[in-house]
C-alpha cells in the first residue's frame, strides 16, 4: 500500500517537473459524498497536458483542452466503515474562450481503502461492544461528469458526478456512485 501511495506521489511530483514552463495550474478542494449518504472530503490538484487548438475561425471560440487531475478524498458512513480514496484522472475541459462556464468529462483510476467494521465483542459487564475492523482494498476505475465556473482571479468552483465499480478479489464488485462540490483555487506566480 505505502508503494503505490509513494509511487503515485512520485509520478505526481516528476509530471509537475514536466510541464513546468505551463502556468495553468489550480488546487481543488470541496465536499465528497459518495453514495449522497457518505460525508467527506476532497483535495486535488491539477494542471493543463495540452490545450487542443483548431485553425477554423469558428473552432478558436472555443477553448478545449485536457488536464491530468490528482485527487485524494477522504470519506465515512457512521458507525459502518472510513475510507480513503486516491483518484487520479485524465480530464477533457470545454468551454467557450470568452466564457468562464465550463464542461468537464474524465476518466480515472482509483485505488480506495476502506476499513469496514466487522464482528464484535460484548463486554457483559459494561454492555460496551468492541468491534473490529477489516482493510479492504479496491482498485476503482470511475467516469465522471462535471461542470463548474473557473476562477476570474483565484476562485472559481465546480461540482462532479462520480460513477464507478469496486473491483476487489476479497468483495464481490459493487458499484461507486458519489457526488462532490467544491472550490476551484489558482495561485498566480510572481514575476
Known amino acids: 500500500m505505502r508503494r503505490y501511495i509513494l509511487l503515485s506521489v512520485f509520478i505526481g511530483v516528476m509530471s509537475n517537473f514536466a510541464v513546468a514552463q505551463n502556468n495553468n495550474k489550480e488546487w481543488q478542494v470541496g465536499y465528497f459524498a459518495p453514495y449522497i449518504s457518505n460525508m467527506g472530503g476532497t483535495v486535488g490538484y491539477a494542471f493543463d497536458l495540452k490545450e487542443l487548438e483548431d485553425n477554423s475561425k469558428e473552432k478558436r471560440k472555443r477553448k478545449q483542452r485536457l488536464q491530468f487531475l490528482t485527487q485524494l478524498g ?3 458512513q457512521t458507525n459502518v466503515s472510513r475510507n480513503l480514496l486516491l483518484n487520479p484522472e485524465l480530464v477533457y475541459r470545454w468551454n467557450k474562450s470568452d466564457k468562464r ?27 460496551e461492544i468492541d468491534y473490529r475492523y477489516a482493510a ?14 473557473e476562477p476570474k482571479k ?16 476479497q468483495n464481490a464488485n459493487a458499484a461507486f456512485v458519489g457526488l462532490s462540490t467544491g472550490l476551484i483555487i489558482k495561485f498566480h506566480p510572481k514575476n
Open 154 to 169: 483565484h476562485l472559481g468552483f465546480f461540482f462532479k458526478a462520480t460513477y464507478g465499480r469496486k473491483l476487489s478479489v
Open 136 to 149: 479492504l482494498n479496491h482498485f476503482l476505475p470511475t467516469l465522471n461528469l462535471g461542470l463548474g465556473v
Open 74 to 76: 477522504y470519506f465515512a
Open 101 to 127: 462556464f465550463f464542461l468537464t468529462s474524465s476518466v480515472g483510476a482509483g485505488y480506495l481503502l476502506a476499513f469496514q467494521r466487522q464482528d464484535g465483542t460484548l463486554n457483559l459487564g459494561t454492555g
